[in-house]
């Protein structure tokens, strides 16, 4: 039997009508299920559900969890310490004699230059002489008149004491003669001081140096006539030299009497030149408001000259095996002072990480010598201490707080000096 067509064309269309008709119908109720609320529809859209709270649940559980502060430590340990005053002042002879004549008189010579070296006995200046030796002419003539004049009442007495022993002249004339010898011993004393005040005026002529120093500013000239009022110059004595400086009034009472110092100068600037306090002048000065203070400094080699500019160091405390902290990690609370201390035995170290965490405790000290820096604690810590140094990002510590340590500090060598302002 043969079969038409048309019938096999109306098959295919059937099918892919049905086909077609199908896949609609099941999107559909793929589509209904998807939109249904959860407890009803499709029974899969329960554990869909329940999953999803349980992923949103797990890291509102870890941010429950309470944050470490993050906190910078310093570890305590024992130093020596130093804390200086620094000063600025100028160099100053240990002695400065100003030179001047004792007579009057025109300079003749000046055998010295300003800053040269000089030593105990050396000439450094003279005055013409002519009227001086003449003086001492004058006056040693005096004296061998007055003594040539002795010599003859002497001899005059001896005859005239025969005379009287013979009794050919009477007493009063022998008395007469011996009161001329009286007179003229006394002439021949005063002719005799007249001359050496004569000669001792003509070595007033020369100046001549009295100690070993340095010579200072020349304020005269040869030819120029001098009075005793009159300076030629000055010695400056500086195998011991002195640093004048000023210390303010709120730094008055660091400063003490034997006090180490060092003193710097630009001339030499790798050198350290020590000195100790000599002298605290006892007057404030008005208008700067400093006290001067003298810081005498051995200077055998010369180097210190009169009139640098120094800097200097005043030594205001040397402390041994000291604990110092820094001033910021104490607390004052209550009319006491406070460390955050992280005791050791609560240190433990995170694994796979290199920082550590520990709990806070706070803990009352005692303070001793304190800078602007730092205080040094005489009791309450000791050596190998840790404490919170500063706390990275936001947050504050209380007492029993822990903390992660993320990274230690400690007190260098180049701080266990420190400079007072």
């Known amino acids: 039997m043969k079969i038409k067509p048309h019938f096999i064309i109306g098959a295919v269309i059937i099918f892919w009508i049905l086909f077609i008709g199908w896949g609609m119908l099941k999107t559909t109720f793929k589509l209904s299920g998807a939109k249904s609320p959860s407890g009803a529809g499709s029974p899969k859209a329960g554990p869909q559900e329940s999953k999803g709270e349980v992923e949103s649940k797990a890291p509102l559980t870890a941010q429950s969890e309470p944050r470490l502060l993050l906190i910078r430590a310093f570890k305590t340990k024992a130093v020596d310490f130093q804390d200086a005053l620094p000063v600025m002042g100028t160099i100053k002879g240990k002695t400065e004699i100003d030179l001047k004549f004792e007579i009057n008189g025109i300079i003749k010579e000046i055998r ?155 001339a030499y600037p790798n050198t350290v030149f020590e000195g100790n306090v000599e002298y605290i002048f006892p007057v404030i000065e008005g208008k700067s408001r400093t006290l001067t203070v003298k810081i005498k400094v051995p200077n055998p080699q010369g180097l210190l000259f009169p009139g640098m500019f120094s800097r200097a160091e005043i030594l205001i405390v040397d402390l041994k095996n000291a604990i110092m902290v820094p001033i910021t990690c104490l607390t004052p609370k209550g009319g006491m002072i406070f460390a955050p201390v992280i005791p050791l035995k609560t240190i433990q170290k995170i694994e796979d990480e290199e920082s550590q965490t520990g709990t806070v405790q706070m803990k009352k000290v005692t303070l001793g010598y304190k800078t602007s820096d730092y205080a040094e604690v005489k009791e309450g810590l000791s050596s190998g201490d840790l404490i919170v140094l500063e706390v990275q990002g936001e947050g504050e510590f209380k007492d029993n707080t822990k903390v992660k340590i993320v990274g230690t500090e400690e007190m260098s060598a180049t701080e266990n000096t420190a400079g007072s302002n």
Do not use: W
């Not at 061998?144 to 022993?165: C, G, H, T």
């Not at 008395?175 to 005026?201: D, G, R």
């Not at 009022?229 to 030299?241: F, M, N, P, R």
């Open 112 to 266: 010295f230059r300003e800053g040269e070296k000089i030593k105990q006995g050396d000439s450094i200046a003279s005055l013409d002489p002519k009227d001086a030796l003449l003086r001492v002419s004058y006056a040693r003539n005096k004296f061998n008149s007055a003594q040539a004049s002795y010599k003859s009442i002497q001899k005059k007495l001896e005859v005239n004491q025969q005379l009287y022993q013979a009794g050919a002249i009477i007493k009063s004339k022998l008395e007469e003669v011996q009161l001329e010898c009286e007179s003229a011993a006394f002439q021949v004393e005063t002719a005799k001081s007249e001359m050496e005040l004569a000669e001792n005026e003509q070595k007033k002529t020369v100046i001549y140096a009295t100690k070993d120093g340095l010579m200072g500013p020349r304020e005269a000239e040869e030819g120029e006539f001098v009075t005793p009022q009159d300076k030629i110059g000055s010695v400056l004595e500086t195998a011991e030299v002195f640093v004048e400086v000023g210390v303010v009034e709120r730094d008055i009472e660091k400063v003490r009497i034997g006090q180490k110092a060092k003193v710097f100068v630009d």
